[in-house]
């Protein structure tokens, strides 16, 4: 029998004792070509039965068919612009989970399958199977340490990976349910938010008590929640916030500091919902892309430079851009000028040249225009079921 493996690549860097950080040693999984196709087969079949039988967590939309990052954040402002308008102060707790697809334990993995799933007999031998017999080695140089058996852990680089962790993270919705507490994931990634009104009596009691229950059963699940990398934001009207802050609660260690910002899904969320911080970002980014594809334009065919267009700026442009509907007009200003800028590059027309016959003949709708069509499609395919 032929060992599972898995190579540790290590980083031209100094590694960081932090679990979570990019620079830390990653397991990266040596699959051949054959196991792979298994793999496939084996999760779309899983995904059937989870979508036949409605076991999916409803607000997960981490590695589902029709769901994304930007499902999972879509809602969550909404919610939050409608409570404000309620005169309402509302809490974005953002959990951090510490190296969560190396730690899930197998055994529980393998009871959650069986008992929550339903998946038993030859269906579920065949799962103790692939989990088990696992190695992992670390090559520095092409020098190989000795084999180390795998006792926990979800394998990165496969197809079966991310839909086993979906499954190990089941139960964390009923928890949070329980609380009466909004919220949203992806992954391992948790959105918790809750409206309330700053003179009511024991506002955040129900958040407390859900952060307590969430720390317990990660530690049953041999999960840790990352409280240093776990944010909060607060959103709602001036004065309520000031009234919030001012009692200097406490999360579960977790402290109450209204914070500017933070990154959620790879969006930036500032604090009065405007997302400039997002857009400034992407704007940033996008020009630095141009100013190096500029550099290279006359050596590249239109061909290739629609490529590099489309994925270093396009791309940036339109991921997420639904949080941006109804946002003021100098925001959306701002990445027009990188849509126009992208279309000069690729056609190598000069700055002063009309830009809408190019965008026309790209056949690129403009930055606003790409913003309500997000917008229209996602409606449409929600009413749709798909």
């Not at 400039?276 to 630095?288: H, L, N, Y």
Request: proline letters at 4%; aromatic letters at 8%; one cysteine or more.
């Amino acid at each position: 029998m032929h060992f599972k493996v898995a190579v540790i690549k290590p980083s031209l860097k100094k590694p960081s004792l932090d679990p979570d950080d990019p620079m830390n040693y990653r397991p990266i999984s040596n699959l051949p070509f054959l196991s792979k196709v298994l793999e496939k087969i084996v999760a779309i079949q899983v995904c059937e039965h989870l979508n036949t039988n409605a076991l999916f967590e409803e607000f997960q939309s981490g590695f589902r068919e029709y769901h994304s990052t930007e499902t999972a954040l879509v809602k969550v402002p909404n919610d939050i612009l409608m409570a404000s308008d309620k005169n309402l102060v509302s809490i974005l707790v953002l959990l951090d989970l510490s190296a969560a697809f190396d730690t899930v334990d197998h055994n529980v993995l393998l009871e959650r399958l069986e008992h929550v799933v339903g998946i038993k007999g030859t269906a579920l031998g065949w799962f103790k199977s692939y989990l088990s017999g696992r190695f992992h080695f670390v090559n520095v140089h092409d020098k190989f340490s000795s084999y180390s058996r795998v006792t926990c852990g979800v394998t990165q680089g496969s197809m079966r990976g991310p839909i086993l962790f979906t499954i190990y993270m089941l139960p964390i919705g009923k928890i949070i349910r329980q609380h009466g507490i909004n919220f949203h994931c992806y992954a391992d990634d948790t959105q918790l938010y809750l409206s309330i009104n700053p003179d009511e009596p024991n506002r955040l009691g129900r958040l407390q008590a859900c952060l307590e229950d969430i720390k317990n059963w990660m530690t049953l699940n041999f999960l840790l929640l990352n409280q240093d990398k776990t944010e909060v934001l607060i959103f709602g009207p001036e004065i309520q916030k000031r009234k919030l802050l001012s009692q200097s609660p406490d999360l579960n260690g977790i402290t109450l500091i209204s914070e500017n910002k933070a990154r959620n899904l790879g969006v930036i969320f500032d604090q009065d919902m405007s997302f400039k911080s997002q857009v400034s970002q992407v704007c940033r980014i996008s020009f630095f892309h141009l100013r190096n594809i500029a550099k290279i334009r006359s050596i590249l065919s239109r061909s290739d430079a629609e490529k590099l267009v489309h994925a270093f700026i396009t791309s940036r442009l339109d991921y997420c851009n639904s949080l941006l509907s109804g946002s003021p007009q100098n925001v959306v200003k701002s990445l027009q000028l990188v849509q126009n800028a992208a279309a000069r590059v690729l056609m190598r027309i000069k700055k002063r040249d009309h830009i809408s016959p190019v965008l026309a003949s790209l056949h690129w709708l403009p930055v606003k225009f790409r913003i309500d069509f997000k917008i229209l499609l996602l409606t449409y395919k929600a009413l749709n079921n798909q």
